[in-house]
């Protein structure tokens, strides 16, 4: 598959708003699902939000009402937005693509190499 490349990523401050993007340089494969994970300084890899290819979408409690995932189904391109942003929303962030669901989201098998996000307080 072609890889997965995150941009979009920066530095705001806290209660602004970033839009991450994830593509591929050939839209070639369609996935079963995708999703945003998250792995901030210290802290173990977390899943974000999920959405399946019929549109179905699922966010970790900490995101709700904050964050919203997107695809656009012409091309695959993958969204984040991400409002109200926090100092703890600070991490690298994975856009990530797999072939089954599990009771909290895509179960990705396919990795892009990350964009870093800092939110400053």
Same mark, same amino acid.
């Given at each position: 598959?072609? !890889?997965?490349?995150?941009?979009?990523?920066?530095?705001?401050? @806290? #209660?602004?708003?970033?839009?991450?993007?994830?593509?591929?340089?050939? %839209?070639?494969?369609?996935?079963?699902? *995708?999703?945003?994970?998250?792995? /901030? !300084? #210290? *802290?173990?890899?977390?899943?974000?939000? @999920?959405?399946?290819?019929?549109?179905?979408?699922? %966010?970790?409690? @900490?995101? *709700? /009402?904050?964050?919203?995932?997107?695809?656009?189904? =012409?091309?695959?391109?993958?969204?984040?937005?991400?409002?109200?942003? *926090?100092?703890?929303? =600070?991490?690298? %962030? %994975?856009?990530?693509?797999?072939?089954?669901?599990? !009771?909290?989201?895509?179960?990705? @098998?396919?990795?892009?190499?990350?964009?870093?996000?800092?939110?400053?307080?």
């Amino acid at each position: 598959q072609d !890889p997965l490349v995150e941009s979009g990523g920066g530095s705001v401050q @806290s #209660g602004g708003s970033l839009r991450l993007s994830c593509g591929s340089s050939r %839209y070639t494969y369609v996935w079963y699902c *995708k999703a945003w994970f998250r792995q /901030g !300084p #210290g *802290k173990e890899r977390e899943r974000v939000a @999920s959405i399946r290819h019929e549109g179905t979408t699922i %966010y970790a409690d @900490s995101v *709700k /009402g904050r964050f919203t995932i997107s695809q656009d189904t =012409t091309d695959g391109t993958l969204f984040l937005q991400m409002n109200g942003l *926090k100092a703890e929303d =600070t991490a690298m %962030y %994975y856009c990530a693509a797999g072939r089954s669901w599990g !009771p909290d989201g895509c179960d990705a @098998s396919f990795w892009g190499q990350g964009t870093q996000v800092t939110v400053s307080s």
